[in-house]
């Protein structure tokens, strides 16, 4: 008996154990939940606003002493939106540059890459309103929802790792991540005033810890074993660092051979790797072309 396309997409978010369809399932349900509940208003089965109910009690607010009252919303606005175009473009780049993430890191690190990025973010938004005057005046009226934070944080991961790694893009033709990081950070940095100034906030926050999270990856420190292990993909491999050079042949960039250098990049710093195993995660970036 076939498997309807409901049940499939469903086993495919929550139990193939792939934390990005995971993050897009939750962001997804959230929105569907939060429309249904709307349009239960709007159909007038009720008087009272079911989702003007729910929203206060996932939403961010800017003031720390409202948050303190509600400190669980750190977690749950970066998995909560409203409008169609909003959950939408949010799913879109999670889902192209998390596909990529995936291709060359750990599910556990794509787990805590997210959340930390989206955690990140939302501090800096708070301390943000509370701290710079022209904001702390808005901040008892000023609340945040929306995963940008988190995307924010996988895209520029994923840019950090492999800034040659190119996308063809619709308009644009083929672009390298670096150059679509950086377009990222400059829209944010003049977004800050306009409208949404909390929001590209919480966007540069995410962002900046991508950046950090992947540096500190490179030189062999991974923050994402607070998550516990994660079973390795490949057998693992013994490290020997011969003191003498020798000459290497250049290694083919397939899959097992890049989990093979991003296991040892984890363990050893991006420094312990050899000039073959550089070149073939440079060679790997290189080829990777995707069209969005």
Known sequence: MKT?????????????????????????????GLGLLSL???????????SGYVMPWIQLPASVSAWLHK??????????QQGLFHVL????????????????????????VYLAGGLVGGVLYLLAYNLIPVFRAEAF?????????????????TATLLPDYTIRMLFFGN????YLALAFIVIDVLAIAGLNAGGSIAHIG???????????LQNG????????????????????????????????????????????????GYDSLTKAEKEALFKASKQGQNEY
């Open 4 to 32: 309807s396309w409901v049940g499939g997409l469903w086993h495919k978010a929550f139990r193939s154990g792939n934390p990005l369809f995971l993050f897009i399932g939750i962001n997804v349900l959230v929105f569907v």
């Open 40 to 50: 239960v208003s709007v159909l007038g089965f009720t008087s009272v606003s079911v």
């Open 71 to 80: 400190p669980w919303t750190l977690a749950t606005y970066m998995f909560t």
């Open 89 to 112: 473009f949010n799913m879109l780049w999670l889902f192209w540059l998390g596909i990529i993430f995936l291709d060359f890191l750990k599910k556990r690190q794509f787990t805590f």
């Open 141 to 157: 009226r000023t609340v945040m929802i929306g995963s940008s934070a988190s995307v924010s944080a996988i895209v520029f991961a």
């Open 175 to 178: 672009v390298k991540l670096k």
């Open 206 to 216: 995410g962002a900046l810890f991508g950046f950090v999270y992947i540096k500190r």
């Open 221 to 268: 420190q991974d923050w994402s074993r607070i998550l516990g292990r994660e079973e390795r993909r490949r057998r693992t491999l013994r490290v020997v660092r011969n003191e003498r050079p020798v000459n290497e042949e250049p290694l083919v960039p397939n899959q097992e051979v890049i989990d093979r250098i991003l296991d040892k990049i984890s363990q050893s």
